[in-house]
Nanobody, 128 residues
Framework: QVQLVESGGGSVQAGGSLRLSCAASGYTYSRYCMGWFRQLEGKEREVVAVIYVGGTTTFYADSVKGRSTISQDNAKNTLYLQMNSLKAEDTAMYYC?????????????????????WGQGTQVTVSS
């Protein structure tokens, strides 16, 4: 069973940077999707970025494109999200998620329901 633990959130001023990490264990497949989602209280969880592990495909939400980079270190079983030029509207709880191969395909990987395993979340707060 895949388990995910996020870290790296915090408070930062607008224009700053953060790198979120997601330590994973229990992978069964060599090809799967990992994603970062974010959620504000009372709102739906929205995709930030997705990476197809085992290939080279990545997807970014328009809101973070050009400011964020998703990457996976397979040796460390760790997923990262580097976020630069942070804005107040990036403030949210950030979650990493895992989607098994059968659920890992565009464009459905934009949807939270495509991901079956979630971490506990890490808070990002950007002050303007």
């Amino acid at each position: 069973q895949v388990q995910l633990v996020e870290s790296g959130g915090g408070s930062v001023q607008a224009g700053g940077s953060l790198r979120l990490s997601c330590a994973a264990s229990g992978y069964t497949y060599s090809r799967y999707c990992m994603g970062w989602f974010r959620q504000l209280e009372g709102k739906e969880r929205e995709v930030v970025a997705v990476i197809y592990v085992g290939g080279t495909t990545t997807f970014y939400a328009d809101s973070v494109k050009g400011r964020s980079t998703i990457s996976q270190d397979n040796a460390k079983n760790t997923l990262y999200l580097q976020m630069n030029s942070l804005k107040a509207e990036d403030t949210a709880m950030y979650y990493c998620a895992y989607a098994a191969p059968g659920y890992c395909r565009a464009p459905s990987w934009r949807l939270a329901r495509s991901f079956g395993t979630w971490g506990q979340g890490t808070q990002v707060t950007v002050s303007s």
